[in-house]
């Protein structure tokens, strides 16, 4: 279990993500849906906070994830260069780093 936090339009999402063998991005890119263990949503209109014990949402609702804990399977990893990025996502400022290989553009 990973702790998981996430940005959708007129909300935050946080709580516990099960992420199975491989990494965070390999789920994300196989799946519709996420399930939230522990959920709390947290309103950023009225900053009202709901808590739901296991909530499912789709991916399509979300502009951002930020997950800790494990990372996966270091055989998996390869060497990336990072550029710093600023984007505007929805009610969001989104400030850090993007990664590619070493010839790539990211």
Do not use: K, W
């Amino acid at each position: 279990m990973i702790e998981f936090n996430a940005y959708a339009a007129d909300c935050r999402l946080f709580g516990g993500l099960e992420p199975g063998d491989g990494r965070l991005s390999d789920l994300l890119n196989a799946s519709a849906e996420l399930r939230i263990s522990g959920a709390r949503i947290e309103s950023i209109v009225d900053d009202r906070v709901v808590s739901h014990p296991d909530l499912q949402v789709p991916l399509n609702e979300l502009y951002a994830v930020l997950a800790t804990g494990i990372r996966g399977d270091p055989t998996r990893r390869i060497r990336t260069r990072t550029i710093e990025v600023v984007a505007e996502l929805g009610p969001y400022e989104v400030i850090g780093e993007i990664h590619g290989t070493p010839a790539s553009n990211p």
